[in-house]
């Protein structure tokens, strides 16, 4: 080893632009600032989605819809569902019963809907039912009932 081959340690070195180190680095000067205004001093930061006084993209872009914060959020349950319920024997269904089944969640206002075929007599508590379905449940001879 001598002089002539002597390197410095594998990543010891970073290969970065040196910025303010003179006319000749091609770097030096204004430091790739610009000259003159706040972004030419130290310490400015930029406003998020500051676009340089052009209108921002947030702003351009049209905002559209409209979301009811009324609005009454259902679990929907099929009459075939509550068939399988009458196919294990439960006669009796209310919201109790489809979260120990695994079909409803504790706090879910609970719907039935009408697809599917219900041949069992049923009595049903629930938070709503489409007309359909509580003809189907009726006709059968069973109760639907609002809670």
């Given at each position: 080893?001598?002089?002539?081959?002597?390197?410095?340690?594998?990543?010891?070195?970073?290969?970065?632009?040196?910025?303010?180190?003179?006319?000749?680095?091609?770097?030096?000067?204004?430091?790739?600032?610009?000259?003159?205004?706040?972004?030419?001093?130290?310490?400015?930061?930029?406003?998020?989605g500051f676009?340089?006084?052009?209108?921002?993209?947030?702003?351009?872009?049209?905002?559209?819809?409209f979301k009811?914060?009324?609005?009454?959020?259902?679990?929907?349950?099929?009459?075939?569902?509550?068939?399988?319920?009458?196919?294990?024997?439960?006669?009796?269904?209310?919201?109790?019963?489809?979260?120990?089944?695994?079909?409803?969640?504790?706090?879910?206002?609970?719907?039935?809907?009408?697809?599917?075929?219900?041949?069992?007599?049923?009595?049903?508590?629930?938070?709503?039912?489409?007309?359909?379905?509580?003809?189907?449940?009726?006709?059968?001879?069973?109760?639907?009932?609002?809670?």
């Amino acid at each position: 080893m001598d002089l002539s081959n002597l390197k410095p340690a594998e990543g010891s070195v970073k290969n970065r632009k040196r910025i303010g180190r003179g006319q000749g680095s091609g770097r030096g000067g204004t430091s790739t600032r610009g000259h003159k205004g706040a972004g030419q001093r130290s310490g400015t930061s930029r406003k998020i989605g500051f676009e340089g006084g052009q209108m921002p993209l947030a702003r351009r872009v049209p905002k559209f819809g409209f979301k009811n914060i009324n609005r009454v959020e259902y679990q929907a349950i099929n009459l075939d569902s509550l068939q399988t319920l009458a196919d294990k024997g439960i006669v009796t269904i209310t919201p109790e019963v489809l979260v120990e089944n695994g079909m409803a969640g504790k706090k879910n206002k609970i719907k039935i809907l009408a697809k599917g075929e219900l041949k069992a007599k049923l009595d049903v508590k629930a938070n709503a039912f489409s007309a359909k379905a509580m003809e189907a449940i009726q006709a059968i001879g069973g109760s639907a009932e609002k809670i």
